[in-house]
């Protein structure tokens, strides 16, 4: 009879123990997985399921540097944002190569082509991340550095100010027409600075992630602005605008002039252009300009056009 009970006792033992091992399975899964078996992917996308927020239930966005570790954009406290933070840029001329990252509008640029190394979540997730995630500790994402150096950026962002802006036998005085200038690394192809005009400010954009009702209003005003502006702010014109090549073009001309044999390196010519030349110029630009807003994302090399 002790026997009999002893074998009982043993087996239901055992049988509770399978039983938790099953449970502790299933709570490490949905833990480290963030969804359950059935549907999990479905549920956890819901509106039913509301932890997205860093750093416990999602990594917290790792930052964007430049070559010298110079912040570009990161993630900081704010108890007035969507879960707790938002996200910083301390250069604006750089928005249209770094986009935005917003919880209202989306994710755009570098900011998006990177988004899951930044995010720590799918092919970014570190090998740390899952030991964080069920031990209930902070998580972060991972950052990246790019090629950028944000003193040529900003050299160059000012002799777009002071000279580029100005420059062409067709461009009005004052006026602003979309353009670019790139800095690249000769050696290595690196790029170095990429100015666009126009660009816009991702600061403004992060305010529609405010829990503030008036800053919230403004940044969706600031959204709806840049949205409406004939310069396509949120065009990166260095790598989706088209231009005719310009200066850029001059060694190949120079070249071929050369190679005729009719001139020479220590030729002069006159800067004025005849009358004719100058109105047949500026006709060709109109047309380029409007191939590129009817094309506005063709992908094409830009330079600054003279």
Same mark, same amino acid.
């Given at each position: 009879?002790?026997?009999?009970?002893?074998?009982?006792?043993?087996?239901?033992?055992?049988?509770?123990?399978?039983?938790?091992?099953?449970?502790?399975?299933?709570?490490?899964?949905?833990?480290?997985?963030?969804?359950?078996?059935?549907?999990?992917?479905?549920?956890?996308?819901?509106?039913?399921?509301?932890? %997205?927020? =860093?750093? +416990?239930? $999602?990594?917290?966005?790792? /930052? &964007?540097? *430049?070559?010298?570790?110079? #912040?570009?954009?990161?993630?900081?406290?704010?108890?007035?944002?969507?879960?707790?933070?938002?996200?910083?840029?301390?250069?604006?001329?750089?928005?249209?190569?770094?986009?935005?990252?917003?919880?209202?509008?989306?994710?755009?640029?570098?900011?998006?082509?990177?988004?899951?190394?930044?995010?720590?979540?799918?092919?970014?997730?570190?090998?740390?991340?899952?030991?964080?995630?069920?031990? %209930?500790? =902070?998580? +972060?994402? $991972?950052?990246?550095?790019? /090629? &950028?150096? *944000?003193?040529?950026?900003? #050299?160059?962002?000012?002799?777009?100010?002071?000279?580029?802006?100005?420059?062409?036998?067709?461009?009005?005085?004052?006026?602003?027409?979309?353009?670019?200038?790139?800095?690249?690394?000769?050696?290595?192809?690196?790029?170095?600075?990429?100015?666009?005009?126009?660009?816009?400010?991702?600061?403004?954009?992060?305010?529609?992630?405010?829990?503030?009702?008036?800053?919230?209003?403004?940044?969706?005003?600031?959204?709806?602005?840049?949205?409406?502006?004939?310069?396509?702010?949120?065009?990166?014109?260095?790598?989706?605008?088209?231009?005719?090549?310009?200066?850029?073009?001059?060694?190949?001309?120079?070249?071929?002039?050369?190679?005729?044999?009719?001139?020479?390196?220590?030729?002069?010519?006159?800067?004025?252009?005849?009358?004719?030349?100058?109105?047949?110029?500026?006709?060709?630009?109109?047309?380029?300009?409007?191939?590129?807003?009817?094309?506005?994302?063709?992908?094409?090399?830009?330079?600054?056009?003279?």
């Amino acid at each position: 009879m002790n026997t009999n009970m002893n074998v009982t006792i043993r087996r239901l033992t055992n049988t509770f123990i399978l039983f938790f091992l099953i449970l502790s399975g299933v709570a490490a899964y949905i833990q480290l997985d963030n969804h359950a078996f059935v549907n999990g992917p479905e549920l956890a996308a819901s509106q039913y399921d509301p932890r %997205h927020c =860093p750093p +416990y239930d $999602q990594p917290l966005r790792g /930052t &964007i540097y *430049d070559r010298n570790g110079v #912040k570009l954009a990161w993630s900081v406290p704010d108890p007035t944002a969507v879960c707790g933070y938002r996200r910083k840029y301390a250069d604006p001329s750089l928005s249209p190569l770094l986009g935005y990252f917003s919880y209202h509008y989306g994710v755009a640029g570098i900011e998006a082509t990177y988004n899951d190394i930044l995010s720590g979540v799918g092919h970014g997730e570190s090998v740390q991340d899952p030991v964080n995630k069920l031990l %209930h500790k =902070p998580r +972060y994402g $991972q950052d990246i550095y790019l /090629t &950028i150096d *944000d003193k040529v950026q900003q #050299k160059a962002n000012g002799l777009y100010d002071t000279s580029a802006i100005y420059g062409g036998v067709c461009q009005p005085q004052g006026s602003s027409p979309p353009g670019s200038i790139i800095v690249e690394d000769p050696n290595s192809g690196e790029i170095l600075a990429m100015v666009n005009r126009p660009f816009y400010d991702q600061n403004k954009i992060a305010d529609a992630d405010s829990l503030d009702t008036a800053v919230r209003a403004n940044g969706e005003r600031y959204w709806a602005s840049i949205n409406s502006d004939p310069g396509r702010p949120l065009l990166n014109h260095a790598t989706q605008g088209l231009y005719a090549p310009g200066s850029t073009f001059k060694t190949a001309t120079m070249l071929a002039a050369l190679d005729s044999g009719q001139l020479a390196l220590d030729t002069q010519f006159t800067k004025q252009l005849p009358a004719d030349a100058r109105a047949g110029l500026c006709l060709q630009r109109q047309r380029d300009l409007r191939a590129h807003r009817r094309y506005p994302r063709r992908r094409h090399v830009a330079e600054l056009h003279s």
